[in-house]
């Protein structure tokens, strides 16, 4: 007769709370131990692989993502803008992107690029490590009459192409860096890892 007087359908009541709270508990201290597993802000600036989702980019739109606390710019090439790159090849100082620091392997064609219409550059000048400014438009421009698209550097004025290769007579020595990169799908680059077979 020790059970007399017993409310078990509060005791169940108390136990189920119990084992809720205490699930609530075990998930809230697993949660800093799984974001533990995910690069810092740090470890990205360091040089962690950072994703870029493309799959809102229009021909002629530009995203700046940063990475080794570098700008890089991921930008969509009209049809217009690809054809007009082999025209430009006999103004350029490096039209081949031979030189491997600027130029990858898997890069190592006309566009500098795994997939001709996306470009993936590091948006540095480099002469002194000023940012070019985005000029995509294919119209007369004051530093050029016959301007086809590229990069501007007010600072003292070198200019690129849309693939981000150097033109001759400009103080900036090379092309622009192209960074290690791969398609994680077809919406997706990730910067910082080059493709498998490269």
Same mark, same amino acid.
């Given at each position: ?64 993502? @940063? ?9 969509? !090439?009209?049809? =217009?803008?690809?054809? *007009?790159?082999?025209? %430009? ?64 550097? @007010? ?9 981000? !290769?150097?033109? =001759?007579?400009?103080? *900036?020595?090379?092309? %622009? ?22």
């Amino acid at each position: 007769m020790a059970n007399e007087g017993v409310n078990t359908g509060r005791r169940r009541f108390l136990t189920g709370t119990t084992a809720v709270v205490g699930a609530i508990g075990v998930g809230a201290a697993a949660v800093p131990f799984v974001l533990s597993f995910q690069p810092s802000a740090r470890a990205q600036t360091a040089g962690a692989p950072v994703e870029v989702d493309i799959s809102k980019l229009e021909p002629g739109q530009r995203i700046i993502q @940063p990475w080794r606390g570098k700008p890089v710019w991921v930008f969509r !090439r009209t049809p =217009e803008q690809l054809s *007009a790159l082999p025209t %430009l090849d006999p103004q350029l100082r490096d039209p081949k992107s031979e030189n491997p620091e600027q130029t990858p392997e898997f890069a190592r064609n006309e566009a500098r690029a795994i997939k001709p219409d996306i470009a993936v550059i590091v948006g540095i000048c480099t002469h002194l490590g000023c940012s070019p400014l985005f000029r995509p438009e294919m119209l007369p421009q004051p530093f050029d009459a016959e301007w086809k698209g590229g990069f501007y550097c @007010p600072c003292h004025q070198s200019r690129f192409d849309l693939a981000g !290769r150097v033109f =001759e007579g400009v103080p *900036a020595p090379t092309n %622009l860096e192209i960074p290690p990169y791969h398609f994680a799908d077809d919406n997706r680059i990730v910067i910082g890892i080059a493709p498998e077979d490269a």
